[in-house]
């Protein structure tokens, strides 16, 4: 395992629902971050938290909605999505702040399906 | 001139050959290329990366071959075997420009017994 996990692994939701995404990471690492995985696409960068303050919201929908209440965790609250929202949604962190690159660890994901 | 091409889209190979993936960028100021290994039900891990000062780097049968001048860059996956069946994405970053990892579209790889 990465040291960061996902819960939960496993989401449906109709476009009327408010969900949240949970992510915590074991690693100690400064930086959090949500991407948007569908398939045969490049990983969308959604959001970016460094020391828990928001660095980057790559224009998203503000159908989603991130928060950072401390290093370690990381929610995405879901709101009134659409179908073509349905993808995987990883968690990553990395061990500097994001403006200094290097690895990112990711989580296992979210499968959400909205219907 | 943020995008990382890759190709090809999906590889079949038998096993004991050789694998090859390869990515293109524009950007110039990108300093770090790494290459993710993603499995079923599991989200991305680190494989190997290298940086534009070295032409190739080798980690057991995965070597990185990097050509500044073409800007190019391709993963090397020798002795290929089942087991190494996944997912595999390109990326880059420029720390100069937030360090932010820009993802190539991703190969699906299929290595035959």
């Known amino acids: 395992e990465t040291g960061v996990t996902q819960t939960p692994r496993h989401l449906v939701m109709g476009m009327t629902n408010k969900k949240s995404l949970k992510c915590e990471q074991h690693?100690?690492?400064?930086?959090m971050y949500w991407y948007k995985q569908s398939a045969k696409k490049p990983l969308e960068l959604m959001f970016v938290?460094?020391?828990?303050?928001?660095?980057e919201n790559n224009s998203v929908p503000s159908r989603f909605s991130p928060e950072c209440p401390n290093s370690s965790h990381l929610f995405l609250h879901l709101h009134t999505l659409q179908p073509e929202d349905s993808a995987l949604y990883l968690c990553?962190?990395?061990?500097?702040?994001?403006?200094?690159?290097?690895?990112?660890?990711f989580g296992p994901g979210t499968r959400l399906t909205v219907l | 001139q943020q995008q990382v091409k890759q190709s090809p889209q999906s590889l079949i190979v038998q096993k004991g050959g050789i694998s090859i993936i390869n990515c293109a960028y524009e950007?110039?100021?990108?300093?770090?290329f790494p290459w993710y290994q993603q499995f079923p039900g599991k989200g991305p891990a680190l494989l190997i990366a290298?940086?534009?000062?070295?032409s190739e780097k080798k980690e057991g049968r995965f070597t990185i071959s990097f050509n500044k001048s073409a800007k190019q860059f391709s993963l090397h996956i020798m002795d290929s075997q089942p087991g190494d069946s996944a997912t595999y994405f390109c990326?880059?970053?420029?720390?100069?420009?937030?360090?932010?990892?820009?993802f190539g579209q991703g190969t699906e790889l299929s290595v035959k017994p």
């Open positions: 990553a962190s990395s061990p500097g702040t994001s403006g200094t690159g290097g690895e990112q660890f």
């Open positions: 690693l100690g690492h400064n930086a």
């Open positions: 938290y460094s020391l828990e303050e928001r660095v």
């Open positions: 950007n110039t100021a990108f300093d770090y």
């Open positions: 290298i940086r534009p000062d070295v």
């Open positions: 990326a880059a970053s420029s720390y100069n420009q937030g360090g932010k990892l820009i």
